[in-house]
């Protein structure tokens, strides 16, 4: 069983910065494409940022380019989220996921394409 535990959230000020941590269990991490996905109240969940499992490949959605940076450690199982130069509407509970099959050649923003999720962790911005 693969389970992902986020952890970094926070209350911050609107242009402050805050990383986000992703652990992963199991000795498969570096097989698979890792995504961040957030939730705010009231709305669905939308993508965020994926990365490629061998780190060579990022997508982000439009509304975080230039802000936010994804990463990975595949010696820790880790993925991690930086995000900078945070907005209020940033606000909103942060998921990491993982994508449904190893090695898969093409990173998804689609959200029934990631099989595994973490708890999530609160992120908020205040003006």
């Known amino acids: 069983q693969v389970q992902l535990v986020e952890s970094g959230g926070g209350l911050v000020q609107a242009g402050d910065s805050l990383r986000l941590s992703c652990a992963a269990s199991g000795r498969t991490f570096s097989s698979y494409t890792m995504g961040w996905f957030r939730q705010a109240p009231g709305k669905e969940r939308e993508f965020v940022a994926a990365?490629?499992?061998?780190?060579?490949?990022?997508y982000y959605a439009d509304f975080v380019k230039g802000r936010f940076t994804i990463s990975r450690d595949n010696a820790k199982n880790t993925v991690y989220l930086q995000m900078n130069s945070l907005k209020p509407e940033d606000t909103a509970v942060y998921y990491c996921?993982?994508?449904?099959?190893?090695?898969?050649?093409?990173?998804?923003?689609?959200?029934?394409?990631?099989?595994?999720w973490g708890q999530g962790t609160q992120v908020t911005v205040s003006s």
């Open positions: 996921a993982r994508d449904q099959g190893p090695l898969r050649r093409r990173i998804t923003s689609i959200r029934d394409e990631y099989a595994y």
């Open positions: 990365i490629s499992w061998s780190a060579g490949s990022t």
